[in-house]
């Protein structure tokens, strides 16, 4: 009897130790998960340019109980005027360092996976793109670039007639070509700057974000919510990046107009 109770009573602890285990395991898998806390920071930055309509949002991605893996980020934008809905997805990563002067260089990254834990919270200031409204003006782009070539063969005599003038160098002499010709006369040019024109869906009124945050270990999607609007005036100067696209890449050296709205 004593011998049997001893065989019992060391199985039950056996296969209490596995249940144990077991116990343990569905806790740190099914219960303990890693959690992922989004907090914005700063200004939302809003721009128009050649990679359509932008975002920039800043801010820091916080872990609890166990370290996240984040895989991707992606933010949706919806007009409350309209309903209308819009996709941006990372496109790249911006320096967190503050620029001082104009012409202090701005850093972009690729995007790519990172982790979270929760002893070291990861800032981020991640620069969003429409990819979806970039590929309805693509071609348009290209072909407006492959006229000003084009026109500039065609005008070859002529720019290097003007810089016989003193003062005068072959980037001023294009800028007065492309202003004084090419950007009033040029077919191409005049679809271009039609469609950048119809796609910048950017107007003046309130705007939702919905900011995604999608990981692995756990599978899980992570969001925050918050709105801004875009005044008149931010409304007209953003229309004008349509005109800076063009000249950006007939040019160069042209600055975009940035809305910087509060977030909330």
Not at 237 to 259: H, K, M, P, Q, W
Request: charged residues 20%; aromatic residues 14%.
């Amino acid at each position: 009897m004593k011998e049997s109770f001893t065989t019992y009573g060391i199985l039950i602890i056996a296969i209490y130790g596995v249940v144990q285990i077991w116990l343990i395991a569905i806790w740190k898998h099914f219960i303990w998960k890693g959690s992922l806390i989004i907090y914005k920071s700063g200004r939302l930055e809003v721009g128009y340019s050649n990679f359509g309509p932008t975002l920039t949002i800043n801010g820091t991605l916080r872990a609890e109980r166990k370290t996240v893996f984040v895989r991707e980020i992606s933010a949706v934008v919806t007009r409350e005027r309209d309903g209308s809905v819009h996709q941006f997805e990372w496109t790249a990563l911006k320096s967190t360092q503050l620029r001082i002067g104009a012409e202090d260089p701005i850093t972009l990254e690729l995007p790519a996976a990172f982790n979270v834990s929760p002893a070291h919270p990861h800032r981020f200031n991640i620069f969003f793109s429409d990819r979806q409204t970039k590929s309805e003006f693509e071609s348009a782009l290209v072909t407006v670039e492959q006229a000003w070539q084009n026109y500039l063969n065609d005008h070859s005599e002529e720019i290097n007639a003007a810089m016989g003038t003193p003062g005068v160098t072959m980037k001023t002499a294009k800028e007065g070509l492309y202003s004084s010709d090419f950007s009033r006369t040029s077919q191409e040019h005049r679809d271009a700057f039609d469609i950048l024109a119809r796609s910048n869906y950017w107007t003046a009124g309130t705007y939702r974000i919905r900011f995604e945050v999608r990981t692995s270990g756990p599978d899980k999607e992570f969001s925050n919510e918050w709105e801004f609007s875009l005044s008149d005036q931010e409304f007209d100067s953003l229309r004008l990046n349509s005109v800076v696209t063009l000249l950006n890449i007939c040019i160069g050296d042209a600055r975009y107009y940035f809305a910087y709205p509060d977030f909330t």
